[in-house]
């Protein structure tokens, strides 16, 4: 046990009645929601129960606090391999946070698979939303928090971390809503019940695995590369491609050095999201799972998407690779491109 505290002598207000139970307009609605959520796991494995734990079935919440709805289910029904079933779910958690933000007056619904044979500690609060009653009633007066709590409220968080790539088109968009997400997680805890909240020790498990500065370090990337834009590289490169000059070996040796790119034969297999030529005419998307731009030597200009192949008629080509790093870059080119008039698609 890590630590007890006095909380607040009443459940939330905004979702709970006198009598401690929820109305029945919002506990339908998170029936619905759990079911869209089961739906979308995909998994053939029978609900045991729809349970909302954590801040807002315990008396240490805030306006901040999340709802945690969780779809019980047993693990073991979706397959053999534990670590693999809850990777795949995790990962499916992950998907529908960022496709379906979901939000009850002013507060984020999060969604979680969570396994049946899980044994949550016993001063934690649990509704039976299914069943429109309480598993397990909180205590007005003293709220334990136990490590296995913090494990399980850190891990969708670090897993949507662990799985943002640079390289994604969106990876700008996914940070900041996950940084938003990280600071209202450790102000609910720290109005609720300050340094020994679970919310605050799952937002200080993440920040001393240095997952927070992994998602910083991500977003200056992202950030210094849609700053630091020579002109005369998106000059030459529209130039090329409306044929108002010809690069020289020179030329493509500049450009190469200054936008950080490498010659290279295996392209964005080897060196994802980076600037490459490839000494040859014929391109495979198989297995890069973001869009590149291709610029070969004769100025001929192909946006190349995944998983097909690709011909051009000159000798090597420069690929651009579509994602958030370079999205200023290639907003530019295209602008550039699309005002010369020499240049047909």
């Not at 909380?7 to 109305?23: A, C, F, V, Y």
């Not at 506990?27 to 729809?50: M, P, Q, S, T, W």
């Not at 490590?147 to 670090?158: H, N, R, S, V």
């Not at 938003?180 to 609720?192: C, E, F, Q, T």
Request: charge should be neutral; proline fraction near 3%.
């Amino acid at each position: 046990m890590l630590h007890e505290y006095q909380t607040h002598n009443e459940l939330n207000p905004k979702l709970w009645t006198n009598d401690q139970h929820l109305p029945d307009k919002t506990r339908n609605g998170f029936l619905n929601i759990a079911n869209k959520f089961y739906e979308f796991l995909e998994v053939d494995a029978v609900v045991h129960d729809v349970i909302l734990i954590g801040s807002n079935a315990n008396y240490n919440w805030t306006e901040h606090s999340d709802i945690d709805l969780h779809v019980v289910i047993n693990y073991l029904e979706v397959g053999s391999n534990l670590y693999l079933v809850e990777k795949y779910l995790q990962a499916k958690k992950s998907i529908w946070s960022s496709k379906y933000p979901l939000t009850f007056k002013g507060m984020n619904i999060e969604l979680y698979a969570q396994d049946s044979n899980e044994d949550l500690h016993g001063s934690v609060g649990i509704y039976s939303v299914l069943k429109g009653k309480w598993i397990r009633k909180p205590s007005a007066d003293v709220i334990s928090i136990e490590d296995d709590l913090i494990q399980q409220k850190a891990e969708p968080y670090e897993y949507e971390i662990r799985n943002i790539s640079i390289t994604d088109q969106d990876a700008e968009l996914k940070i900041k809503r996950l940084l938003v997400k990280l600071a209202n997680l450790r102000k609910s805890g720290l109005d609720a019940a300050g340094e020994y909240s679970i919310e605050n020790l799952a937002f200080k498990y993440l920040r001393n695995k240095g997952l927070l500065a992994r998602l910083k370090e991500m977003l200056q990337k992202i950030n210094m590369g849609n700053m630091i834009i020579d002109p005369t590289i998106v000059e030459s490169l529209a130039q090329h491609v409306t044929k108002e000059k010809t690069l020289t070996e020179s030329d493509w040796t500049d450009i190469i050095q200054r936008t950080g790119g490498i010659e290279t034969m295996r392209g964005q297999w080897d060196h994802p999201g980076r600037c490459t030529m490839i000494p040859g005419n014929q391109i495979t998307m198989r297995n890069v799972p973001f869009k590149v731009l291709g610029i070969d030597d004769t100025g001929h200009m192909q946006l190349m998407h995944p998983e097909r192949n690709y011909t051009y008629p000159g000798t090597r080509v420069f690929e651009i690779p579509h994602t958030a790093q370079w999205q200023t870059f290639m907003l530019q080119l295209m602008n550039k491109i699309r005002n010369g008039s020499k240049y047909a698609k």
